[in-house]
């Protein structure tokens, strides 16, 4: 196996972690209706960013620009969860939604995204990965192709949520139920 096939895999399982991540994230929101807020769902938009990156390495090889844009992206998400970390630190205020062993969402998002700049910092260390043979043409690991389908319908899920929720205007600081859903404006739509 070349170098590049190596970091292609190894992109992929990264796929199939950020995937975890939305995951949870979705089966806290629809198994315990603990809706994401506005900064919640700028994190997720910050996992996606990363999972394109993760995914273009897949799909077409592993290159700089690829990790530049997940590192880009993990940066923004990463200031969104310093911001939320920030204003429910304050004594007084109290946090946002449940914790997960120990820590709330927007923590996890913090380390996480860490995780995502030292792990690209670090990838990019590996010029091998970045030679041009004729596995760069060769189609996509097959594990990397599920996970790749996998964060697209994620991406779907969450984008479908978050119109239902917000109604496609601004979203409520502290979300308590799914906008379009609640007005009757869904049920209008499919004709009940």
């Given at each position: 196996m070349s170098e590049s096939?190596?970091?292609r895999l190894l992109n992929?399982?990264?796929l199939v972690a950020v995937a975890?991540?939305?995951i949870t994230a979705f089966i806290d929101q629809i198994a315990f209706h603990d809706l994401p807020c506005p900064l919640c769902i700028l994190q997720r938009a910050g996992f996606l960013g990363v999972a394109v990156g993760l995914?273009?390495?897949v799909k077409f090889g592993p290159r700089p620009s690829h990790y530049g844009l997940m590192i880009l992206s993990s940066l923004a998400g990463g200031a969104v969860s310093v911001r939320q970390t920030l204003l429910h630190i304050v004594p007084g205020e109290g946090a946002y939604g449940d914790a997960f062993f120990g820590l709330h969402f927007y923590a996890?998002?913090?380390i996480l995204f860490a995780v995502c700049v030292t792990g690209s910092a670090i990838l990019m260390l590996f010029d091998g990965q970045f030679e041009r043979g004729p596995e760069a043409t060769s189609p996509a690991p097959l594990l990397g192709t599920l996970a790749i389908v996998l964060v697209l319908l994620l991406a779907l899920g969450n984008g479908v949520s978050t119109v239902l929720e917000c109604g496609g205007g601004l979203c409520p600081d502290s979300p308590t139920g799914y906008m379009l859903i609640d007005?009757?404006?869904v049920q209008?739509?499919?004709g009940r």
């Open positions: 096939a190596r970091f992929a399982l990264g975890a991540v939305l995914a273009l390495n996890w998002a913090l007005d009757g404006t209008r739509l499919i």
